[in-house]
Every structure is written in structure tokens, then in C-alpha cells.
């Protein structure tokens, strides 16, 4: 059985919004400046979700925390100032977002982006009252982390829902026991989300609609027939 859940924990990238051309033009920014060639945003575009400083150190081949740690200070330079606006709201979520939190559904959002960057995302596509909380990440802190901390802390409950596109986002939720929504219009592929036997897959942001009505099983792709 999958009960409504008490929270609905959102990712961010590839979930919410797009943010390829921000994140792909300051990962460049950061490798131009420190002498490495510039890189594709389709390469770039297999990382989104990816934990920032693991993206680094797998673009440029290294194992240097010195060198991923200045990449990341190049990075943030860029986007700090411009990177985080150059970003695209995916279509119908707004909509949804809405609709569930009418709906007297808890929304928060657990990203591994750095708390600031998300709320100023946020903010920009002025969702930020919709969202009870913002739980970001940094360097060296995993999403699997993120949820055991607010676990621990009582900001969320074993009852609370985690949505992604990416497998990290579903096997964080489940490291702590709590249940999984994949999204099929992000960064990561059918493929990648059904290996994580997360309870639902959403083919679009307006299938967020029966989260509010949950009582009993639902099958894992809403509408599908």
C-alpha cells in the first residue's frame, strides 16, 4: 500500500527546472580559468544532479581534492552571479505545485545544491511560498545525508515521499526508508529510475494531482492506460 505522504520531498534540477545552460557555462567558466578545455553542455548534461564536486573531478580526470576544491570556487564565481537565473521552470510545474499545495499537501525541497542557490532559483520563479523548507547540500554532503539529518531532526517524517529524476535522488530516499517518485522529463533516463523500484513514475509534472487523493495502491505510472 502507498499512503499519502505527510511530505513531499522535491529535487530540484531536472525535477523542478531545467538548469543546463546555467550549470554548463560556469562548469566551463571554471575549467577555462584553470586551463582545461571547455566542455560539451551534452556531456555536461549527464552530471545534472550529480553531486557538484563529483562532477568536476570526473570531467577533468582527477582525484585531487586541492584541484576539484578550486574548481568549485571557479564555479561559484560564475554562478553565484549569473549561473543560477540561466534556468527554464519545466512546463506544467507551476501549475501543479500549486494545485498540490491547495491542496494542503507539505511541499520542501532537498537538493544537493547549496540552500542559497536554490532559494534565489526559487524565488526568481516565485515558487519559494509553496515550499516549507529548502534542504541543500554542499561539498562532501550526499542527499542520502541530507535525508538522515532532517529524519534526525524531526523535519520530516519516515511517511515523506522523495520525487527525482536521477537514481541518486530514489536510493537516498530509500537508504532512509522512505518511499520514491521518479520524474520521466529530467536528466535521468526510464532505464536508470526503474532499477531503483521507486513506487510511482510521472510522465508529467499535471500526474502530480493524485498525490493529494492517495489512499490505497497506485500503479507506478499514473494514467498510464
Known sequence: MFERPSLILFDLDGTISDPITGIARSINH???????????????AKFIGIPLDETLAALCETESGKLVNQLVIKYRERFSTVGYSENA????????????????????????????????????????????FVNGGDVGIRKEHQIARMLADGKITGNALMIGDRSVDLAAAHASGLASAGVLWGYGSREELERENPSLLFRSPTEWHILA???AACPKEPNSR
Open 30 to 44: 571554471a575549467l577555462m580559468t584553470l586551463g582545461f578545455e571547455e566542455v560539451s553542455e551534452n556531456r555536461i
Open 89 to 132: 521552470l519545466y512546463p506544467g510545474v507551476r501549475e501543479a505545485l500549486i494545485d498540490l499545495h491547495e491542496k494542503n499537501l507539505h511541499l520542501a525541497v532537498c537538493t544537493s545544491k547549496r540552500a542559497d542557490y536554490a532559494q534565489r532559483i526559487l524565488q526568481m520563479f516565485e515558487l519559494d511560498s509553496l515550499f516549507r
Open 213 to 215: 487523493d492517495l489512499s
